[in-house]
């Protein structure tokens, strides 16, 4: 598998594969596999994009509002930013930003996030996978 993962990574850094091309591998399950825990292993990579496929939750631990503290749950995070709907399967686009000093929460699209005003090592933001979206790297999320 392993080298598999190579070989797609190696196409895609090159812009050999389309979109779609990588959707269907990431829906596959071809890309590396993560989990919601590795986000924190990522936060280092300032400025880095990821794609996950996330299935959307309300009820995950979550903190912060567009900027999200990096051991907060993705799915609530796609539900609280408005990409996904609860149980809802998607692709979504993971960027790795600066941490805030505060990250606020609040209650939007049925999820709830809690405020973190302790500082956080890491943090990420999410956005919608677009067909047109250039693709730098792929993740596949599982709960």
Request: net charge positive; aromatic share 12%.
């Amino acid at each position: 598998m392993k080298a598999i993962q190579q070989l797609i990574s190696y196409l895609e850094s090159r812009g050999r594969l389309s979109a779609r091309q990588i959707e269907q591998l990431v829906a596959r399950g071809f890309w590396n596999q993560y989990t919601g825990a590795d986000l924190p292993s990522l936060e280092k990579q300032l400025g880095h994009t990821f794609y996950f496929q996330a299935t959307g939750a309300a009820n995950g631990r979550l903190w912060g509002t567009d900027v999200y503290t990096s051991d907060s749950d993705l799915g609530t995070a796609c539900v609280h930013a408005g990409l996904l709907r609860v149980g809802e399967t998607g692709v979504v686009k993971v960027t790795i930003v600066k941490p805030l000093s505060v990250f606020p929460g609040s209650r939007r699209h049925g999820a709830s996030s809690q405020t973190w005003s302790n500082g956080w090592s890491g943090a990420f933001t999410v956005d919608r996978f677009t067909k047109d979206a250039a693709t730098p790297r792929f993740v596949r999320y599982r709960d």
